[in-house]
DNA sequence: TATTGTTATACTCTATAACTATA
DNA sequence: TATAGTTATAGAGTATAACAATA
């Protein structure tokens, strides 16, 4: 189940290519590690995550609570719950991170009209500002990773990802 | 730049669509989330961790000792600084994980001939014999990702994922 | 001086259990 | 009895600084 990819890296040159321990550290031999997608997926997100973060410095900034900014832009008054469950946060984990963007003075808490037990999350003005600097971070970001895919691939991709895990997006065209 | 994937999912029928407030909880609008990368990345990989770490529960086993495994079998007498190189692990963060396995018994550090600072680290007989059964559950679970994804779905998605942080993957045909 | 490995430490993200105040 | 939010806590994973032994 294509456990040898490695295989199919043979050249077809007459020339024997040689073992090309030049590289030094990068002669490490993964094994079928360098085919397998769990493996592929942790080395593309950190490496997108530290471009991320290195775009959002300036604003000390991480995907984590930039997500929660767009959710509650596009959904002004929604409860914790529900942000926890588009971004695949649990409740518990969401409370220091609301709590903190409510100390930074982007976002607050405002009670729920006919439930005393739930808040309804807003962005500030500062926040909305912020977060309008950061989209264009994170637009350019987004631009200069579909430049390093060529033509199509980004959309490509993203498809290819939703398939992975969303069971409502099928298998291409068998 | 991509901004809105929203407006592809028109249905060409020409009964309009019901806005859909069906499910509740999916009726949160995540705005550019919804075709950013970084976000995409982030959920497909904890999917396929998740399951990956299920497929490895019965061995008491994650997905990053388990490449160290994976690393060690293919290039026995490797040293630590080098294992984190392949890996992307700091020196400083192998440390417990070795130890880790070492405690198990399924790894072990043996000094090396001409350079007493440096460790080689080798799998010992449990350690070769636990790998064999993690690789057939991880080459399962490849498996499944592979029919999710489609015929040449997952070549496409790994040479996608390379282009997206390897240097040495250039974009395809422009 | 530089390198290998280590300790100590801190931060982010995720996970479970138990609690409160409402409904 | 169930739900929204919270507290406390623990475990991965990752990061920096400083150190010992050796090269």
Do not use: C, W, Y
């Not at 993964?30 to 410095?57: K, Y």
């Not at 929604?78 to 518990?92: D, E, H, K, N, S």
């Not at 912020?130 to 895919?149: G, N, P, S, V």
Request: charged fraction near 25%; avoid cysteine; proline fraction near 9%.
């Amino acid at each position: 189940m294509g456990a040898n990819d490695t295989l199919m890296h043979m050249k077809t040159s007459s020339a024997p290519v040689p073992p090309a321990p030049s590289d030094d550290a990068a002669a490490v031999e993964l094994g079928p590690l360098r085919s397998m997608l769990h493996h592929a997926l942790r080395a593309a997100q950190a490496g997108v995550m530290d471009e991320l973060q290195a775009a959002f410095a300036a604003e000390d900034m991480r995907a984590l609570p930039f997500a929660i900014l767009v959710v509650l832009s596009r959904n002004p008054g929604l409860r914790q719950i529900q942000v926890g469950f588009a971004l695949g946060i649990q409740p518990t984990n969401l409370v220091p991170l609301i709590d903190a963007l409510e100390e930074r003075g982007l976002a607050e808490r405002r009670p729920v009209p006919r439930d005393r037990r739930a808040h309804g999350l807003f962005l500030t003005r500062l926040g909305a500002e912020t977060l309008a600097r950061l989209e264009a971070q994170a637009a350019a970001h987004e631009a200069r990773l579909a430049e390093r895919l060529g033509p199509g691939g980004r959309e490509q991709l993203l498809a290819l990802l939703r398939r992975l895990t969303d069971p409502r997006h099928p298998p291409a065209q068998d």
